[in-house]
């Protein structure tokens, strides 16, 4: 069992940054692919980033490619995403996720585990 807690959503300027931060308990966490996910308003949860359980390789969406870098620190159990150069259309509740397996997966029935999410809202 994996239980995963979201932190570090807000309020935030366009152009400004946010670190989101997961923290996972559970004794599987440092071997699972990790993801995050967001779902904005009237719209279907999408995938934003994912990183593989020795954090060597990662995936971005190509909306966030080049603004939004995930990591790990898998002695601490938890999952990082920081996110530059906000856009409104950034704003969306976040979610992290751990895969069913040992990579990350941009689908969200690849998924075993959800976090509740954290808000980001991201002003004009």
């Known amino acids: 069992q994996v239980q995963l807690v979201e932190s570090g959503g807000g309020l935030v300027q366009a152009g400004g940054s946010l670190r989101l931060s997961c923290a996972a308990s559970g004794r599987t966490f440092s071997t699972r692919g990790m993801n995050w996910f967001r779902q904005a308003p009237g719209k279907e949860r999408g995938f934003v980033a994912g990183?593989?359980?020795?954090?060597?390789?990662?995936y971005y969406a190509d909306s966030v490619k080049g603004r939004f870098t995930i990591s790990r620190d898998n002695a601490k159990n938890t999952v990082y995403l920081q996110m530059n150069s906000l856009k409104p259309e950034d704003t969306a509740v976040y979610y992290c996720?751990?895969?069913?397996?040992?990579?990350?997966?941009?689908?969200?029935?690849?998924?075993?585990?959800w976090g509740k999410g954290t808000l980001v809202t991201v002003s004009s």
């Open positions: 996720a751990a895969s069913k397996g040992a990579s990350y997966s941009s689908q969200a029935n690849g998924m075993e585990y």
């Open positions: 990183i593989k359980w020795t954090g060597s390789s990662t």
